[in-house]
């Protein structure tokens, strides 16, 4: 970062202030704050910075806070997610206008797309960082975050180590509530991809398209040369064509730049054409074939050539938690991140073109989280499934018992609640037979399971596997 001393800092942002010292870091959370580090007091949706001043202060810290206090080391500004967004630019002397960054956003696929991006990238012996919802991934690290987007002062810093370290090429998960919460500061994309966009956390957008505008809202933090890639066989997503806008490459199913033709899926992988080009790939169902196309939009665009393309997506690694697939002799079971309903729908379509048996379907929702999607997630599996095990996902503060009241107000045939997730699929597994699929949807690779206030490790793929070594039946796995 910069050397820069307290007042010429905040000069960047109109505060007047005579202090010298040079400013060690900059941040929003008080147990990181240290001597001659900026706090800045943010109020958020559960606390406040505000609370933490005295702590902060006695540690050595100064502050920029929205309200006034009587105190030298605290400096007032009005706007403190703009002026935190300032001051971070002049600290970290911007460093996304000298790396290649790509944001990828969407209701689903973010994580798949952008992971199958760093592939790409190191394919093509270029280094990389990949930030995002499986943390922060970069030289054989990875480093957890609690969120799909981590907080613009993690971003920054991590945007500034990328670049002391010879990192040339940022793939990023950009969330909605990143979007709507100044997350994502000043920073600027050469590639910004659209994966699908339906429906989910209503909770916080209240309606399905100020969700959408949400997200096409991220376009202005495209650079100036930037390049928007968009989904295109949603009538809705084409709505961005109305929008002002950079340079637009399309990728889909239908009638788009990039559109893959001829899709076969099978239980063991995928394949399709695009332009004349066979690609296979290990990877399973047509919404790894979508992100695929949508990864071979970015390589074309940045002069990958299509040999080149085809070999690599042969060799795609399968993405953990994302359609996983652990096989036994008699059975297949995926574990897979489904916890929206659009998601959910295309995990049991494709269950049903490769099923030879039964779907059995373990499932719950997320506490705190959108409602509306609850009743429809268990209706869908309750269609396309021959058992439904209801059970907990993230219970969060909630009471597990209201959660699964949302998901199933009445019973319903073919479908059984067990509260505890590990039973639940025990439940699945014993009720196996030859040929059945098993699907355990909604927490992917989470390791951990938020039940009122406390975090228990949990991990769908260790519960299957301690299962399966009880019962002493042999699996493989594509990760
Ligand atoms: C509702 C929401 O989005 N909250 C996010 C938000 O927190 P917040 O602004 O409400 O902050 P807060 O917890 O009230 O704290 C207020 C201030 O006090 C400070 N503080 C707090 C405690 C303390 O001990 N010391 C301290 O200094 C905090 O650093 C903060 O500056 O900003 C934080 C930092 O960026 C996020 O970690 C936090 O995500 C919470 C944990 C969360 O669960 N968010 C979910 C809804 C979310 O953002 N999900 C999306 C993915 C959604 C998708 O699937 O598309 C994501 O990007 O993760
Ligand atoms: N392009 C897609 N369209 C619809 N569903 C998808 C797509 N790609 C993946 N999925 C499904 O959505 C689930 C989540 O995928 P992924 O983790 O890539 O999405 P995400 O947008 O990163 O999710 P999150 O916002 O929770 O981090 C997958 O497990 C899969 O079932
Ligand atoms: N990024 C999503 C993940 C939800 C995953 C699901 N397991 C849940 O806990 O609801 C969110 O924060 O809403």
Redesign the pocket.
């Known amino acids: 970062m910069v050397k820069i001393t307290l007042n010429k800092l905040l000069k960047c942002i109109g505060v007047a202030c005579q202090t010298t010292i040079e400013v060690q870091g900059i941040t929003?959370?008080?147990?990181e704050a240290k001597q001659d580090w900026l706090f800045i007091s943010?109020?958020?949706?559960?606390?406040?910075?505000e609370k933490?001043l005295d702590e902060v202060l006695a540690k050595g810290a100064y502050v920029l806070s929205s309200e006034p206090h009587d105190d030298e080391r605290i400096f007032f500004h009005e706007h403190l997610h703009k002026a935190a967004a300032e001051l971070l630019d002049v600290y970290y002397a911007r460093p996304y206008e000298k790396l290649h960054v790509c944001g990828v956003t969407g209701t689903s696929g973010k994580t798949s797309v952008s992971s199958l991006c760093v592939q790409l990238l190191n394919a093509q012996g270029l280094k990389t960082m990949l930030i995002g919802t499986n943390g922060i991934q970069y030289e054989q690290q990875m480093i957890p975050t609690?969120?799909?987007?981590?907080?613009l002062f993690i971003l920054m810093r991590c945007l500034h180590e990328a670049l002391e370290r010879g990192i040339t090429h940022v793939v990023m998960e950009v969330?909605?509530?990143?979007v709507a919460?100044h997350?994502i500061g000043n920073i600027r994309y050469d590639v910004i991809i659209f994966t699908r966009i339906t429906s989910?956390?209503l909770d916080f957008h209240f309606t399905q398209s100020q969700y959408r505008y949400t997200k096409f809202k991220l376009r202005f933090s495209l650079k100036p040369q930037g390049t928007v890639i968009l989904h295109n066989d949603d009538q809705k997503m084409r709505e961005f064509y109305q929008l002002n806008h950079h340079k637009l490459i399309t990728y889909g199913f239908q009638a788009a730049h990039f559109t893959a033709e001829s899709p076969v899926v099978t239980d063991r992988d995928s394949s399709f054409v695009m332009h004349d080009y066979t690609f296979h790939s290990p990877l399973l169902s047509d919404v790894n074939i979508l992100n695929t196309a949508a990864v071979i939009a970015y390589g074309r665009l940045i002069q990958v050539s299509y040999a080149k393309l085809q070999e690599t997506v042969s060799r795609f690694q399968g993405i953990p938690g994302r359609l996983e697939c652990i096989r036994t002799q008699a059975y297949t079971i995926w574990i897979d991140y489904a916890h929206t309903s659009d998601a959910l729908k295309n995990v049991l379509l494709f269950a049903e073109k490769v099923k030879t048996n039964r779907i059995i379907t373990v499932i719950g929702c997320g506490g705190e989280r959108d409602r509306i999607k609850r009743p429809l997630m268990a209706e869908l599996s309750a269609h396309y499934s021959d058992l439904t095990i209801l059970t907990a996902d993230n219970p969060r503060s909630e009471w597990l018992p209201q959660i699964l009241f949302d998901m199933c107000p009445e019973p319903k045939p073919n479908t059984v609640i067990i509260e505890d997730r590990r039973c639940a699929i025990k439940h699945a597994v014993k009720n196996a037979g030859n040929g059945d699929i098993i699907i355990i949807a909604g927490r992917g690779n989470e390791a951990y399971q938020t039940i009122y206030g406390q975090r228990i490790r949990f991990l769908d793929q260790d519960a299957v596997k301690e299962i399966l070594l009880r019962e002493e039946v042999p699996w493989i796995s594509n990760i």
């Open positions: 929003d959370r008080s147990d943010l109020h958020g949706t559960r606390d406040s910075g933490y609690g969120n799909t987007t981590p907080s969330s909605s509530h990143a919460t997350r989910d956390h």
